[in-house]
């Protein structure tokens, strides 16, 4: 079957009036940036995103699977093939389990359902942008709550089980160990598994507690993070570097405020890039490559991104970057911190 007939029979089964085509993925990334996809599906139901999965597979059309599109970068020129939204958003608590379909969002949706049955163990993850599949395929994680933040949490911790579809299309309940979790890393990125749902086994807290966690988490992000909806980004661009921090090199080179195009890495926080509007993934993936290569050459140390990359891409944008200044008023919590540290010592 050449590729108009296979995309006309996604189109049949999948339903003419749910199959889009030539639809710009950019809106669907909190990046905001990226070209179109041939085919667009959103699947409403964990049963409709296994009927989707197994149909791209059975008639050889490539797919991606799209979350939030927190953690990805669509290329200029989009992804040939399906592009497969997961929209599957049921969530049910019985006890102290929750069980969640995997398209489900993780905050508010997840953790508001969560916090309200009395059920603790996800507000940590507040106001991260994710799936619940996608939290599985990068073992979500943050900080431990205040005063300590002692460690990083992740919700292996709180996983209980889940129902993936595998790559040979067979739909199995699996295990914790299943996933192999590491720090940005589950099974999930060397194998075409899909997680259709997951099984959260959480413990009885008090609301109070939970907001309190949660306003801290908050308010924490709030002084390190760009705001998503003006200055839309990707999250950390590169791994963490233990007892390092791949944004302080970044820092200590000088390189904040660094730009091709659009794409500027973000005075607020040196390990994150910004779309100031039209980015385009030729840019980003050009300064990704200035910042590894200048780090590499001043201090020794070789990042490595944390991100996926999806679709086609154009070269990347090579050269030296346009410096913007800081903007006026911008305040870092560094600093933030060490003026309260002053002011507690005069
Ligand atoms: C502003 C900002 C702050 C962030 N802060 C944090 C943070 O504090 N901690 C942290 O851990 N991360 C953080 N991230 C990264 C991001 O939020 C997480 O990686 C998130 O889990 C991505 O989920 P998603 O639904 O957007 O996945 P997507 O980006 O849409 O997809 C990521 C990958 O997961 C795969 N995938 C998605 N769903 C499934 C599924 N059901 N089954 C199998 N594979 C699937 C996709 O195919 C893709 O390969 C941040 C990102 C941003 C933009």
Redesign the pocket.
Known sequence: MNLHATYQTVCRTLGTERVRRNVPLAPY???KLGGPADLYYEAGSAEE?SASVKLARTLGVPF?????????VVGDRGFRGLVIR?MARHIHVDGTRITAE??TI?YPDLIETAVQAGLSGLEH?V????????????????LAPPPKRERTMFIEEVLAEAT?LTESNVIREVGLDYFKFGY?YSI??VCD????SAVFNLFPASEAYMRSVMHANLTW?ALR??P?DSEP????IFKKIEGIGAGRLIDECGLKGASYGDITVTHRHAN?MINQGAGRAADLQGLIEYVRDYVARETGYRLETEI?F?GEFDPPTTGNPVYHPRPAGLVTAEELAARRKASMTQ
């Open positions: 990334t909190t990046m995103l991606f699977l799209l979350g939030c599109g927190a953690n990805v997961n995997s398209g993780v993850y106001g991260i942008p994710s799936t619940v599949g996608g939290a599985l395929w990068q073992n979500l994680h943050f993936v940005d999930l990125h598994d899909i997680v259709l992000r993070h760009p998503l980004s990707v999250g950390s994150i996926d999806v």
